[in-house]
């Protein structure tokens, strides 16, 4: 079988910007979201603070919303994400 992230519909690339006045501790923000990113069975290491999130575009975009809230939730101060379609996918409104 292929590795779900070579077909996936769509894949989010998701950068925490930790706060040193947040909630928690800069680390702490970061890990927050790799937790949440894990636990949607989506993720892939990206680099030392970003992940990505690849499949489904339904999963891809839920996964996405709970990584960012579980940052924010930690006192991040902001997640920059890039969303891109697979070329071959079906496109929005299309079946």
Known sequence: MMPGYTRAEL???LKVLPS????????EQIEAA??????SGLAHEAGPDATVLAG???????AMMKVIEA????????????????????????G
């Open 20 to 27: 040193r006045e947040g909630g928690k501790a800069p680390r």
């Open 56 to 62: 489904d575009r339904g999963e891809v975009l839920g």
């Open 71 to 94: 940052s924010l939730d930690a006192g991040a101060h902001a997640v920059e994400v890039k969303v891109e379609a697979e070329a071959d996918a079906p496109r929005f409104g299309r």
């Open 34 to 39: 790799r937790q949440a990113a894990s636990e």
């Open 11 to 13: 894949t989010a690339e």
